[in-house]
């Protein structure tokens, strides 16, 4: 069946460090891939998405890359902020499908 | 745009109780969804809902947890009785058909003692 496995957190860094969380997949066929972001306090917010392989998804400085060869989708940004501090769902929808499967998520702390 | 509605945002019950949650999702919204989302993980779909009739319901433990969406607007998601396993945030999120954002409310978190 389809599942999502991503790192293990929380994983905390200083400001301004470079931050990236693996993510792979299992699907059949040609999935979507998604990340969430969830604040404290709040619901769960698309951060960014790709739809097919080699896609690169961006937003709010962090990117993500569709690699079908690796099934991975792993999120990266270049210089982290305090603000940036939450927890981040790896998720990913087949086509035609409406159901969305969620990884356990990576919590972020961000020291300033 | 008003976002996806829930209440209450906390609750606390005793085992055996009954509660149930409320969910408005935004305005033409025609899929609705909740899931349990249990501290560590990530959510889990419970229900799924394509205007009033339930395309997903395969996670749903049927015999204590109803959900219903009468009009293909707001849903209510019952829990009867409670267990001290269903201590969680209840998620409930929208979407539009044939897209892929779904928009989550912020939350019921259920605590049972």
């Known amino acids: 069946g389809n599942s999502v496995t991503q790192m293990e957190g929380p994983v905390t860094l200083s400001e301004e460090a470079f931050l990236t969380i693996n993510c792979t997949y299992t699907?059949?066929?040609?999935?979507?891939l998604f990340w969430y972001v969830q604040y404290p306090g709040e619901g769960l917010q698309l951060l960014l998405k790709?739809?097919?392989?080699?896609d690169k998804g961006s937003n709010k400085g962090f990117e993500a890359t569709y690699r079908k060869e690796t099934t991975s989708f792993h999120l990266e940004k270049g210089s982290v902020q305090v603000s940036d501090s939450a927890v981040y769902f790896c998720?990913?929808?087949?086509?035609?499908?409406?159901?969305?499967?969620f990884g356990a998520g990576t919590r972020l702390f961000v020291k300033a | 745009e008003a976002g996806v509605a829930q209440s209450p945002r906390y609750k606390i019950i005793e085992k055996r109780q009954s509660v149930a949650f409320w969910c408005n999702p935004i305005?033409?919204?025609?899929?609705l969804y909740w899931y349990q989302q249990i501290l560590g993980q990530g959510p889990k779909l419970l229900i799924q809902?394509?205007?009033?009739?339930?395309?997903?319901d395969s996670q749903l433990p049927k015999d204590r947890f109803s959900a219903e969406r009468l009009k293909g607007v707001d849903s209510t998601l019952k829990i009867q009785p409670a267990k001290l396993e269903d201590s969680a945030v209840y998620l409930c999120a929208s979407m539009r058909t044939d897209h892929y954002e779904q928009y989550f409310g912020p939350g019921t978190r259920l605590t049972v003692t």
């Open positions: 305005s033409g919204h025609a899929t």
């Open positions: 998720a990913l929808k087949n086509t035609g499908g409406f159901k969305t499967i």
């Open positions: 809902f394509q205007n009033n009739g339930v395309v997903d």
């Open positions: 699907a059949t066929g040609y999935p979507s």
């Open positions: 790709a739809t097919k392989a080699d």
